[in-house]
């Protein structure tokens, strides 16, 4: 079973490891929960004691850019959808380098 160590400190270390393999440097992580549901990562929020809360990109369509006053005052430049899932409902992590679409990647730190 996932945990929050493994969201801390291995998939980070995993992922700057695969990102070496991707001539962007660019990389996607998926994340496949036990119910059948995928969510492609923007980036990690926390890795708590008990459950993971993640940016995710949108199921469908492109991701939606956050307007430009507001990038300006220190938003990230899309708006992405915001879940949290317990460590008991993940059943496994991809990391690839294949891009689902040219707006996805996930973004360390």
Partial sequence: MFDAEFF?????A???EKSKHSSEGVVSV??????????????IIDASDTALVVD????????????AEERKLGTS???MDRIAVPYSAISQVVITTRR???DIGFHVG
């Fill in 8 to 12: 801390r400190t291995v998939l980070p």
């Fill in 14 to 16: 995993q992922i700057t």
């Fill in 30 to 43: 998926e994340l496949h929960v036990h119910a059948g549901g995928t969510y492609l990562l923007n980036s």
């Fill in 56 to 67: 995710v990109y949108p199921e469908r369509g492109p991701a939606r850019k956050n307007p």
């Fill in 77 to 79: 430049q899309f708006d």
């Fill in 100 to 102: 689902a679409r040219n």
